[in-house]
C-alpha cells in the first residue's frame, strides 16, 4: 500500500443535469460534469459561465454610495481641486491605484497617489497621512483596496474636513468608518449582485461609473489584481479575469512589455498563471520590501526606458525576496518543530525580531502546505512592544470570524476568512495562540487537519483525448472557486516508472488500462519510485495538459497525489549486499522477520535489537503486521511456517529477500532412477568404499559426491544398507520401503521445492502465493477515497 498525502474527496455528478448540458450545449460528457459539480448545473448558469461577454458587466450605479462618490469627484474636477488616491502596497492594492488613477487622468482630475509604507505606517490609512495631506490642501480622499476599517482615520478625515470616499472589498467590522462614501459590495444592504469583487474590481467599477462606459483598456489591469488577491474567479471576477488576460495579450503598456521581457515570457502565452507566478509576485515584490512606489510608476509610465529601468529594479527586488522568504521560512519552521509541535497545536502562531514584515504572508502561507495548520507568523518589535503578522487558513476554520472573538487583543487587524493581517502587544501573543488553539479545538477535527485534495470527476484513460483537453479550456482562466480541474485515474498498469531530474527529484511514469497509455510527471516526486512496486495497480490524482515535443502533442497528466490501494511485494531476492536493505525500506514501521538462528548472529550485527525472530508456528501467527513493512530476511524453513506468518493479516508492504547460505536448488535432486541404479550397483559389487571411491563413482555417472552422499544416507535411513568406516553394503532381506519414508529425502524435497517456489519463482509467481494469504480489507479504498 501507498498512502496518498491528501485525502481524495471525489464529486458525484448529477447525471441527468450532466447530460442536458452536454447535449444543450454540445460539451463533452467530462466538460459538463466539471460544470455541474462547481454548482454550474442549469443551462443558463452553464452558458453564461462558457460564453459571458463584457456587455453583461453589471451596472456600477447598483453599487451603494456610487452616485454621491461620483458626483463628489465630478465637482472636484471642475473646480480642479486636489485629489488623493490612498492605495495599498500588495497587487491588488497598486493595480487598483493605477486604475483610479488613470480613470481620473481621463476625466481631467487634478490628482495624486499615495501607497502608506508597509514598514514605517502599516496597513490601511493612518492619522499622520491624512494630517498630512490635509496639511497640502487636499480635501478629498479615494481609499482603493483599503479603509473599510478605519474607523478612526475616518473620524480624523471629518475633523481635518476632508471628504473620505472608501472603495474596498475586504470583510466589514461590525460598525463601518463615518466616511463621506462607501463603495463595498458586501454592505449588509448592498443590493449589488456580485459580492466577491476584489479591491481592483470595485476600482473598475468606480471607473466604469466615472467614464460612463466600460474602461475596456483598464482590464489588464483589473485581471491583474483580481488574479493575484486569490479572489474568487467567478461572475465578475471571471469577466474582469478572462477579458484582462485577451488585452494583456495585445497590451501596449510598456512596464508590463518590460516585467514579460525580464520573465522570458511571450505575450501570447499570457494565462492566469503568467499573472500568479510571474506579474504578481514582481508587482507584490516592491511593497514587500520597501516603498509599493515603484510598482505603480511602472504601471502608469509611457516611456519604455523608463519602464524596462523600474522593471529591472522590481525584478532585483523580487530575488532578494525569494532568498528573505527561504530564510525565514526555515526559521519558522524550526520554531515550530522546537517549541510548537502541531501534534501539540491545532494553530501556529509562529514569530521572531528581525522577520521582514513584508514576507511573512508568505511565509505564513508555507507553513499552512507543509503542516496544513492555521498560521500566523508574527514580526516582533521589542522597541515599540508590537507584532505585526499575517495569517493564512484551512477549510473549516475561518479567521476573519475567528480572530473577531480576539478583538480586545487585536486592535487593528482585517483580512477574510482564508487570510488574515493584524499587530498586537507582543505580551498578547501567547493570548492569542491560546485562544485560537481552544477556537481550533472546538471547531476542527482530526480529518480536518489532513489536506484535502478536491477532485472533479474519476475518469478511464480512453476518455482522455486531445479534444477533450481542449474544451476543458473553456473552463479557464482557473483560480480561486474554479479552480484546475482536478481528475482521478484508478487502479491502472504501470507500462514505465523512473526518476528523472539532475537530482533525480521528479518522476516519470506512462499508465496504461486495456492498451491506453498515458503519460504522467510529478514535479518533486522522485523520492515515490522506492515506494511503488512495478506490478502495483496505481490510483493518481492530477491535472490534465498537452505535451508538445517536436511537433507531436499527446495527452498527459500533472501528478498531485499518487496512492496504491492494496499491500505491495517488493523483490530484493538478488540482493547481495544484505547491509544495504535499512536505507532501501523506507518508514519507520518496519518488521525485520528472521527464521532461521543460523544467521541470526549475521543479521544481528546488521539490525540490532529491531530483529523479530519467527522460529515456530505460535510465533508466528502472533506477530501482528497492521500495514507494517515485513522484511522477510532469510528463506523460512517451510511454507506452512510463512503461510501461519500471513495468514488473514493486512501488511501494508512486503519486502522479500529470502537469504539461504547454500542452496539445495541447484545441487542435483536425483530421481527413482538414480536410486534403482545405485541400488543395483551396489548388490553387484558388494561393499563399497564411499570415502575412497565415492568421487569416482559420481565422476563417472556425471553426479556430484554429494549425490552419492545423499543417497547413501537415505538408504541408511530407510535401513537398506549399513556404513561402517565408509564402507556401504547391503542388508539382507529388507522389507519395501518408500523414498519418503526418508527424513532426509523429505527434507532435501522439501527445501528443493521451497527454494522453487520461494527463492526462484518469477515475481508474478511469487505475489500470487502472497495473496492466498494476505487479506485485504475493504477499509483501504475507503482511507484514499471518499465519494461526496
Same mark, same amino acid.
Given at each position: 500500500?501507498?498512502?496518498?498525502?491528501?485525502?481524495?474527496?471525489?464529486? @458525484?455528478?448529477?447525471?441527468t443535469?450532466t447530460?442536458?448540458?452536454?447535449?444543450d450545449?454540445?460539451?463533452?460528457?467530462?466538460t459538463a460534469?466539471?460544470?455541474?459539480?462547481r454548482?454550474?448545473d442549469?443551462v443558463?448558469?452553464?452558458?453564461?459561465?462558457?460564453?459571458?461577454?463584457?456587455?453583461?458587466?453589471?451596472?456600477?450605479?447598483?453599487?451603494?454610495?456610487? !452616485?454621491?462618490?461620483?458626483k463628489?469627484?465630478?465637482?472636484?474636477?471642475?473646480?480642479q481641486?486636489?485629489?488623493l488616491?490612498?492605495?495599498?502596497?500588495?497587487?491588488?492594492?497598486?493595480?487598483?491605484?493605477?486604475?483610479?488613477?488613470k480613470?481620473?487622468?481621463?476625466?481631467?482630475?487634478?490628482?495624486?497617489y499615495?501607497?502608506?509604507n508597509?514598514?514605517?505606517?502599516?496597513?490601511?490609512?493612518n492619522?499622520?497621512?491624512f494630517?498630512?495631506?490635509?496639511?497640502?490642501?487636499?480635501r478629498?480622499?479615494?481609499?482603493?483596496?483599503?479603509?473599510?476599517?478605519?474607523?478612526?482615520?475616518?473620524?480624523?478625515?471629518?475633523?481635518?474636513g476632508?471628504?473620505l470616499?472608501?472603495?474596498?472589498?475586504?470583510?466589514?467590522?461590525?460598525?463601518?468608518p463615518?466616511?463621506?462614501?462607501?463603495?463595498?459590495?458586501k454592505?449588509? !444592504?448592498s443590493?449589488?449582485?456580485f459580492?466577491?469583487?476584489?479591491?481592483?474590481?470595485?476600482?473598475?467599477?468606480?471607473?466604469?461609473a466615472?467614464l460612463?462606459?466600460?474602461?475596456?483598456?483598464l482590464?489588464?489591469?483589473?485581471?491583474?489584481?483580481?488574479?493575484? !488577491?486569490l479572489?474568487?474567479?467567478?461572475?465578475?471576477?471571471?469577466q474582469?479575469?478572462?477579458?484582462?488576460?485577451?488585452?494583456l495579450?495585445?497590451?501596449?503598456?510598456?512596464?508590463?512589455?518590460?516585467?514579460?521581457?525580464?520573465?522570458?515570457t511571450d505575450?501570447?502565452?499570457?494565462?492566469?498563471?503568467?499573472i500568479?507566478?510571474?506579474?504578481?509576485?514582481?508587482?507584490?515584490a516592491?511593497?514587500?520590501?520597501?516603498?509599493?512606489?515603484?510598482?505603480?510608476?511602472? =504601471?502608469?509610465t509611457?516611456?519604455?526606458?523608463?519602464?524596462?529601468?523600474?522593471?529591472?529594479?522590481?525584478d532585483?527586488?523580487?530575488?532578494?525576496?525569494?532568498?528573505i522568504?527561504?530564510?525565514?521560512?526555515?526559521?519558522?519552521?524550526?520554531?515550530?518543530?522546537?517549541?510548537?509541535?502541531?501534534?501539540?497545536?491545532?494553530?501556529?502562531?509562529?514569530?521572531?525580531e528581525?522577520?521582514?514584515?513584508?514576507?511573512?504572508?508568505?511565509?505564513?502561507?508555507?507553513?499552512v502546505?507543509?503542516?496544513?495548520?492555521?498560521t500566523?507568523?508574527?514580526?516582533?518589535?521589542?522597541e515599540?512592544?508590537?507584532?505585526k503578522?499575517?495569517?493564512r487558513?484551512?477549510?473549516?476554520?475561518?479567521?476573519?470570524?475567528?480572530?473577531?472573538?480576539?478583538?480586545?487583543?487585536?486592535?487593528?487587524?482585517g483580512?477574510?476568512?482564508?487570510?488574515?493581517?493584524m499587530?498586537?502587544?507582543l505580551?498578547?501573543?501567547?493570548?492569542?495562540?491560546?485562544?485560537?488553539?481552544?477556537?481550533?479545538?472546538e471547531?476542527?477535527?482530526?480529518?480536518d487537519?489532513?489536506?484535502?485534495?478536491?477532485?472533479?470527476?474519476?475518469?478511464?484513460?480512453?476518455?482522455?483525448?486531445?479534444?477533450?483537453?481542449?474544451?476543458?479550456?473553456?473552463?479557464?482562466?482557473?483560480?480561486?472557486?474554479?479552480?484546475?480541474? =482536478?481528475?482521478?485515474?484508478?487502479?491502472?498498469?504501470?507500462?514505465?516508472?523512473?526518476?528523472?531530474?539532475?537530482d533525480?527529484?521528479?518522476?516519470?511514469?506512462?499508465?496504461?488500462?486495456?492498451?491506453?497509455?498515458?503519460d504522467?510527471?510529478?514535479?518533486?516526486?522522485?523520492?515515490?519510485?522506492?515506494?511503488i512496486s512495478p506490478s502495483?495497480?496505481?490510483?493518481?490524482?492530477?491535472?490534465?495538459?498537452?505535451?508538445e515535443?517536436?511537433n507531436?502533442? @499527446?495527452?498527459?497528466i500533472?501528478?498531485?497525489?499518487?496512492?496504491?490501494?492494496?499491500?505491495?511485494?517488493?523483490?530484493y531476492?538478488?540482493?547481495?549486499?544484505i547491509?544495504?536493505?535499512p536505507?532501501?525500506?523506507?518508514g519507520d514501521h518496519?518488521?525485520?522477520?528472521?527464521?532461521?538462528?543460523?544467521?541470526?548472529?549475521?543479521?544481528?550485527?546488521?539490525?540490532?535489537d529491531?530483529?523479530?525472530? +519467527?522460529?515456530?508456528?505460535?510465533?508466528a501467527?502472533q506477530l501482528?503486521?497492521?500495514?507494517?513493512?515485513v522484511?522477510?530476511?532469510?528463506?523460512?524453513?517451510s511454507?506452512?511456517?510463512?503461510?501461519?506468518l500471513?495468514?488473514?493479516?493486512?501488511?501494508g508492504?512486503?519486502?522479500?529477500?529470502?537469504?539461504?547460505?547454500?542452496s539445495?536448488?541447484?545441487?542435483?535432486?536425483?530421481?527413482?532412477?538414480?536410486?534403482?541404479?545405485?541400488?543395483?550397483?551396489l548388490?553387484?559389487?558388494?561393499?563399497?568404499?564411499?570415502?575412497?571411491?565415492?568421487?569416482?563413482?559420481a565422476?563417472?555417472?556425471?553426479w556430484?559426491?554429494?549425490?552419492?552422499?545423499f543417497?547413501?544416507?537415505?538408504f541408511?535411513?530407510?535401513?537398506?544398507?549399513?556404513?561402517? /568406516?565408509?564402507?556401504i553394503?547391503?542388508?539382507?532381506?529388507?522389507p519395501?520401503?518408500?523414498?519418503?519414508?526418508?527424513?532426509?529425502?523429505q527434507? @532435501? +524435497?522439501?527445501?528443493f521445492a521451497?527454494?522453487?517456489?520461494?527463492?526462484?519463482s518469477?515475481?508474478?509467481?511469487?505475489?500470487?502465493?502472497f495473496?492466498?494469504?494476505?487479506?485485504e480489507?475493504?477499509? /483501504?479504498?475507503?482511507a484514499?477515497?471518499?465519494?461526496?
Amino acid at each position: 500500500m501507498l498512502k496518498p498525502k491528501s485525502r481524495w474527496i471525489v464529486k @458525484k455528478s448529477d447525471q441527468t443535469k450532466t447530460e442536458i448540458l452536454a447535449n444543450d450545449l454540445n460539451i463533452n460528457q467530462l466538460t459538463a460534469s466539471l460544470l455541474v459539480n462547481r454548482g454550474l448545473d442549469t443551462v443558463e448558469d452553464a452558458r453564461y459561465f462558457l460564453f459571458a461577454q463584457k456587455s453583461q458587466f453589471h451596472d456600477p450605479y447598483l453599487l451603494k454610495d456610487m !452616485d454621491k462618490a461620483v458626483k463628489r469627484i465630478n465637482e472636484a474636477v471642475e473646480t480642479q481641486e486636489p485629489i488623493l488616491v490612498f492605495g495599498d502596497y500588495d497587487a491588488d492594492g497598486v493595480s487598483s491605484t493605477t486604475v483610479m488613477m488613470k480613470a481620473l487622468a481621463e476625466i481631467g482630475a487634478n490628482a495624486d497617489y499615495y501607497i502608506p509604507n508597509r514598514f514605517t505606517e502599516g496597513y490601511g490609512p493612518n492619522e499622520k497621512a491624512f494630517k498630512s495631506a490635509a496639511e497640502n490642501g487636499i480635501r478629498l480622499i479615494i481609499t482603493v483596496d483599503t479603509g473599510i476599517s478605519a474607523l478612526h482615520e475616518a473620524n480624523v478625515a471629518r475633523e481635518l474636513g476632508i471628504d473620505l470616499i472608501i472603495t474596498d472589498h475586504h470583510e466589514p467590522g461590525p460598525v463601518l468608518p463615518d466616511a463621506f462614501a462607501i463603495i463595498h459590495p458586501k454592505l449588509e !444592504d448592498s443590493i449589488y449582485p456580485f459580492k466577491d469583487l476584489a479591491g481592483v474590481g470595485v476600482a473598475f467599477k468606480v471607473a466604469h461609473a466615472l467614464l460612463g462606459r466600460l474602461p475596456e483598456h483598464l482590464l489588464e489591469f483589473a485581471a491583474i489584481g483580481t488574479i493575484a !488577491d486569490l479572489v474568487p474567479l467567478l461572475g465578475e471576477n471571471r469577466q474582469i479575469a478572462q477579458s484582462g488576460i485577451a488585452k494583456l495579450k495585445t497590451s501596449q503598456t510598456p512596464g508590463l512589455h518590460a516585467l514579460l521581457k525580464l520573465a522570458n515570457t511571450d505575450r501570447s502565452t499570457i494565462d492566469e498563471e503568467t499573472i500568479g507566478f510571474l506579474i504578481g509576485p514582481r508587482v507584490n515584490a516592491a511593497g514587500r520590501l520597501g516603498s509599493a512606489d515603484p510598482a505603480v510608476q511602472l =504601471m502608469m509610465t509611457s516611456d519604455p526606458e523608463e519602464a524596462m529601468m523600474i522593471a529591472e529594479e522590481i525584478d532585483a527586488i523580487n530575488k532578494e525576496r525569494q532568498n528573505i522568504v527561504a530564510e525565514i521560512a526555515r526559521e519558522a519552521i524550526e520554531e515550530v518543530e522546537k517549541h510548537f509541535p502541531v501534534a501539540d497545536n491545532s494553530v501556529l502562531v509562529v514569530g521572531k525580531e528581525g522577520w521582514n514584515a513584508g514576507v511573512i504572508g508568505i511565509v505564513a502561507s508555507k507553513l499552512v502546505e507543509k503542516y496544513y495548520r492555521p498560521t500566523i507568523v508574527l514580526s516582533f518589535d521589542k522597541e515599540k512592544g508590537l507584532a505585526k503578522g499575517s495569517a493564512r487558513s484551512i477549510a473549516g476554520f475561518d479567521l476573519f470570524k475567528n480572530l473577531s472573538t480576539c478583538r480586545d487583543i487585536l486592535p487593528h487587524f482585517g483580512g477574510h476568512p482564508m487570510a488574515a493581517g493584524m499587530t498586537l502587544q507582543l505580551e498578547h501573543v501567547n493570548e492569542l495562540r491560546t485562544r485560537l488553539n481552544e477556537l481550533a479545538k472546538e471547531q476542527l477535527t482530526e480529518e480536518d487537519l489532513i489536506p484535502v485534495s478536491n477532485i472533479d470527476a474519476k475518469i478511464d484513460i480512453n476518455e482522455i483525448t486531445i479534444d477533450t483537453i481542449n474544451e476543458l479550456g473553456l473552463l479557464s482562466p482557473y483560480g480561486v472557486s474554479n479552480p484546475k480541474p =482536478m481528475v482521478l485515474i484508478d487502479g491502472a498498469n504501470i507500462s514505465t516508472l523512473r526518476k528523472i531530474g539532475a537530482d533525480q527529484s521528479h518522476l516519470k511514469l506512462a499508465i496504461e488500462n486495456e492498451g491506453k497509455v498515458i503519460d504522467g510527471i510529478g514535479f518533486g516526486f522522485g523520492y515515490l519510485h522506492d515506494h511503488i512496486s512495478p506490478s502495483s495497480k496505481l490510483s493518481v490524482i492530477g491535472e490534465l495538459s498537452i505535451n508538445e515535443w517536436n511537433n507531436n502533442k @499527446k495527452p498527459q497528466i500533472f501528478l498531485r497525489d499518487v496512492a496504491v490501494k492494496s499491500w505491495q511485494l517488493f523483490d530484493y531476492r538478488g540482493l547481495k549486499r544484505i547491509e544495504k536493505l535499512p536505507e532501501m525500506v523506507p518508514g519507520d514501521h518496519i518488521k525485520w522477520v528472521l527464521f532461521n538462528s543460523e544467521v541470526k548472529e549475521k543479521f544481528s550485527a546488521i539490525f540490532g535489537d529491531s530483529l523479530v525472530h +519467527v522460529d515456530n508456528g505460535e510465533a508466528a501467527e502472533q506477530l501482528g503486521m497492521e500495514q507494517a513493512y515485513v522484511v522477510l530476511l532469510d528463506l523460512p524453513p517451510s511454507k506452512d511456517l510463512l503461510a501461519k506468518l500471513f495468514t488473514g493479516k493486512n501488511p501494508g508492504r512486503v519486502y522479500a529477500h529470502f537469504y539461504k547460505e547454500n542452496s539445495d536448488f541447484f545441487t542435483t535432486l536425483p530421481t527413482r532412477e538414480h536410486f534403482k541404479w545405485f541400488y543395483a550397483f551396489l548388490a553387484k559389487k558388494g561393499p563399497f568404499d564411499l570415502k575412497r571411491y565415492g568421487g569416482e563413482l559420481a565422476k563417472h555417472r556425471g553426479w556430484t559426491k554429494e549425490t552419492v552422499e545423499f543417497m547413501s544416507q537415505v538408504f541408511f535411513e530407510l535401513d537398506f544398507v549399513k556404513i561402517n /568406516n565408509g564402507f556401504i553394503s547391503l542388508e539382507k532381506d529388507v522389507p519395501k520401503r518408500d523414498l519418503s519414508e526418508s527424513k532426509t529425502y523429505q527434507h @532435501k +524435497v522439501q527445501a528443493f521445492a521451497l527454494e522453487n517456489e520461494l527463492l526462484y519463482s518469477s515475481y508474478e509467481q511469487l505475489k500470487s502465493w502472497f495473496d492466498q494469504f494476505i487479506q485485504e480489507p475493504v477499509k /483501504n479504498e475507503e482511507a484514499i477515497i471518499q465519494w461526496i
